[in-house]
T-cell receptor, first 112, second 113 residues
Framework: KQEVTQIPAALSVPEGENLVLNCSFT??????LQWFRQDPGKGLTSLLL?????REQTSGRLNASLDKSSGRSTLYIAASQPGDSATYLC???????????FGSGTRLQVQP | SAVISQKPSRDICQRGTSLTIQCQVD?????MFWYRQQPGQSLTLIAT?????????ESGFVIDKFPISRPNLTFSTLTVSNMSPEDSSIYLC??????????FGPGTRLLVL
């Protein structure tokens, strides 16, 4: 059974700092990995999707990497802003399965 | 990208009653799913909604409690039956096309008294 872990559970940083969020998964037979953002009381916004054959994806100030063999992914946020404050969720799609398995999330607070 | 809407956005229900949540996608999609997010927790898959056939439920979820319909490629409903306070959660619909990004609706916040 796939298990997804995110560290840290919560993070508070001053504005402008670069930061890294970590995600690990137990079964390396994944099809893709997706990072989401969830604002309080809201649904999920997809940030980045990395296919299993890819090493990284970039969108603006966000960069996500994937090391499938070690079961790890990182989300790098450059020059953080207060508007980045949210919960960040990592989700893995296993090979042969269509639904996602989610981590417990990292709650990020960027202080102005 | 797919835009997903859900109705209702929130509700407060009495114990023992049922609530049906609707999910509408703005384009035809191959995959639709229902997830639950209990307070302070991450998302857990309830079931895969299959177009024209019975939904596929995850361990711990049963059709009698969470009946699901998917009459076409853009619409699905989830019913939470015989509710108890433990059913208080956010229920999220998601959809995807082929191997692409999965998109999520805004969620339905349910409080059972």
């Amino acid at each position: 059974k796939q298990e997804v872990t995110q560290i840290p559970a919560a993070l508070s940083v001053p504005e402008g700092e670069n930061l890294v969020l970590n995600c690990s998964f137990t079964d390396s037979a994944i099809y893709n990995l997706q990072w989401f953002r969830q604002d309080p009381g809201k649904g999920l916004t997809s940030l980045l999707l990395i296919q299993s054959s890819q090493r990284e994806q970039t969108s603006g100030r966000l960069n996500a990497s994937l090391d499938k063999s070690s079961g790890r992914s990182t989300l790098y946020i450059a020059a953080s802003q207060p508007g980045d404050s949210a919960t960040y969720l990592c989700a893995v799609r296993r090979t042969g399965r269509r639904a996602l398995t989610f981590g417990s999330g990292t709650r990020l607070q960027v202080q102005p | 990208s797919a835009v997903i809407s859900q109705k209702p956005s929130r509700d407060i229900c009495q114990r023992g009653t049922s609530l049906t949540i609707q999910c509408q996608v703005d384009s035809q999609v191959t995959m639709m799913f229902w997830y639950r997010q209990q307070p302070g927790q991450s998302l857990t898959l309830i079931a895969t909604a299959n177009q024209g056939s019975e939904a596929t439920y995850e361990s711990g979820f049963v059709i009698d409690k969470f009946p699901i319909s998917r009459p076409n490629l853009t619409f699905s409903t989830l019913t939470v039956s015989n509710m108890s306070p433990e059913d208080s959660s956010i229920y999220l619909c998601s959809a995807g096309q082929g191997e692409e990004t999965q998109y999520f609706g805004p969620g339905t916040r349910l409080l059972v008294l």
